[in-house]
């Protein structure tokens, strides 16, 4: 899987949605010791900015920091009022203006800009007078100098290229304008369109909706990410799409999955080499022994030169190189041509090939155990490959054992918060309301987080999320808004969110259950009851996902 890169799109959308957060102070700032990640934590705002720039990719988005070992303060972000955000240029920039108080009481203005461009990118606090005071890695000059700017047009500025563009086919559009990643072009079907006018029309309203604040959608295929897409995505079979609230809070967990996966390929990559790279010398070796073998079998021809040599004596001369003598009786083939040593009488001769024998003959038996020896490693080695295809850390444990690689991790963990299979709502009255994410999401929601006397909610005979309304205590009972809350979630998340009203079924989670061999997301349901509600409004509930 290709990680997918940031794009002008998605620096608009994160520039939309971190304006939401004006108002709010940076109260602490900190930074990773590899200079390659930044954290801001927002009073009134329970969770923290993160920007992470590598070498494959970069991103800005809300994390919930667990831990802050490893890291250090950067005393120059602190106590800033977020004042705006907004994007540079239709460039992978964004840009924080801030705002705080010097020692006078006297208000300081700057400049966050956060240069989200995979290996090259940066964070650099700039002053009004366009100094820089502060930045995640060294800069050549003191004064802030912006990328140079994309040379292609950008799906923010095809305004400004139409008398280009215009001269296109809209087969070749996509591929003269930047911005758009694989999902963009998947949901835009842009093969369906016969004029470029239209295509233009419609990246442009795409663009534009794109880069408003909303959901976002992560896309997997078979388990595996496949993307992600800031708008409804166009699936195909076999896929789900799971949905974020907000693009800041999907980059997070798409990038920390992907790369988890990319590490995970680096590694596969990197013991399968070795894997057959020792399969393949083992196979070597064992075609060199087979060959030293078969020449140690001709040892029995060499004693039977002797054997000749001894029985013949009296028709061997010293001097003489070779000679054709009759074989044994009823032995094949009945002359035998045998090389003589010219310096040496008939004697030594013989001697000379029953020393080889002797040498051949006990080589015979060390080669024979050798190539034994190299079958059972070969037999090992390609059972190993059948048997660990997908669990790399016993083929890392395996070929570790054998001395075939270092068992050290290339691959550093990153410190990423553990992703809850759920969204966390809370009720009017305090109670927490669980809403699972995707269909293996929900099983793991309803089967293993649930209490047997949480109530469960779900769309009655519409797709949907499990949704959990989890009881303080066993002997908790909710009254009737509370029960319209959490069905009104439960209508939202589901296929018929679009309709007016939603029947939804409800249940202790003790007469929920999954049979065997059921599909994800698919369970029994038992003494449910029902209530017909409006889908929620989701912008009232307090959200802590």
Not at 67 to 73: E, G, I, Q, R, V
Not at 292 to 304: G, M, P, R, V, Y
Not at 427 to 455: M, P, Q
Request: charged share 30%.
């Amino acid at each position: 899987m290709e990680i997918q890169k940031p794009t002008v799109l998605d620096a608009a959308r994160i520039a939309a949605e971190l304006d939401n957060a004006r108002g709010n102070i940076i109260i602490s700032a900190l930074v990773r010791h590899d200079s390659s990640g930044l954290y801001l934590a927002l009073g009134g705002n329970k969770s923290t900015i993160h920007c992470l720039v590598e070498k494959r990719y970069a991103y800005l988005g809300y994390i919930e920091m667990a831990s802050t070992a490893d890291l250090k303060s950067v005393q120059p972000l602190t106590n800033h009022t977020i004042l705006s955000a907004g994007q540079l240029g239709a460039d992978r920039i964004v840009k924080l203006s801030l705002e705080r108080n010097d020692r006078l009481g006297r208000k300081i203005g700057a400049s966050l800009i956060f240069e989200l461009i995979p290996s090259k990118g940066n964070v650099v606090l700039v002053n009004n007078r366009g100094e820089i005071k502060w930045s995640l890695r060294k800069t050549e000059s003191d004064r802030y100098k912006a990328p140079a700017p994309l040379r292609k047009p950008t799906v923010l500025n095809i305004r400004d290229h139409l008398e280009e563009l215009s001269k296109c086919a809209p087969k070749e559009i996509i591929d003269k304008i930047y911005g758009l990643n694989p999902m963009d072009i998947r949901n835009l079907r842009p093969d369906m369109f016969s004029r470029t006018d239209e295509l233009l029309t419609e990246i442009e309203k795409y663009a534009s909706e794109a880069s408003k604040p909303g959901p976002a959608w992560i896309i997997k295929g078979n388990s595996d990410i496949m993307g992600y897409s800031l708008m409804p995505p166009k699936l195909e079979i076999g896929e789900e799409a799971e949905e974020f609230d907000s693009a800041l809070l999907m980059y997070p967990y798409y990038y920390s999955q992907a790369a988890a996966r990319g590490a995970g390929d680096n590694l596969r990559a990197r013991l399968t080499t070795a894997l057959e790279k020792e399969i393949g010398v083992q196979r070597r070796r064992c075609a060199a022994l087979s060959e030293e073998i078969d020449i140690a079998h001709s040892s029995e021809t060499l004693k039977l030169c002797g054997d000749l040599i001894l029985a013949n004596l009296d028709q061997i001369n010293k001097g003489m190189g070779s000679i054709s003598l009759p074989n044994f009786e009823g032995r094949h083939p009945e002359r035998v041509e045998i090389k003589l040593d010219p310096s040496k009488s008939a004697a030594a001769n013989a001697r000379e090939y029953y020393e080889r024998f002797k040498k051949l003959s006990a080589s015979l038996k060390i080669l024979e155990k050798r190539l034994e020896s190299t079958r059972k490693k070969l037999s090992d080695l390609e059972a190993i490959r059948k048997e660990t295809t997908d669990d790399l850390g016993r083929l890392e444990e395996e070929l570790a054992a054998r001395g075939l690689v270092s068992k050290v991790r290339s691959i550093k963990k990153r410190t990423v918060e553990k992703r809850l299979p759920y969204k966390r709502y809370l009720a009017s009255n305090g109670w927490e309301i669980f809403v699972g994410r995707t269909s293996s999401d929900n099983d793991e929601l309803t089967c293993k987080i649930a209490h047997k006397h949480d109530y469960w909610f779900h769309a009655w005979q519409a797709a949907g999320s499990h949704t959990v309304l989890r009881l303080p205590d066993k002997n908790a009972i909710p009254d009737k808004k509370i029960l319209y809350e959490a069905a009104s979630l439960a209508a939202y998340y589901s296929k018929a969110r679009t309709s007016g009203k939603v029947p939804v079924i409800y249940t202790q989670a003790k007469y929920v259950r999954k049979p065997r061999n059921f599909p994800p997301g698919k369970v029994l349901v038992e003494r449910e009851k029902q209530l017909l509600v409006g889908p929620a409004d989701i912008k009232k509930y307090q959200s802590e996902s």
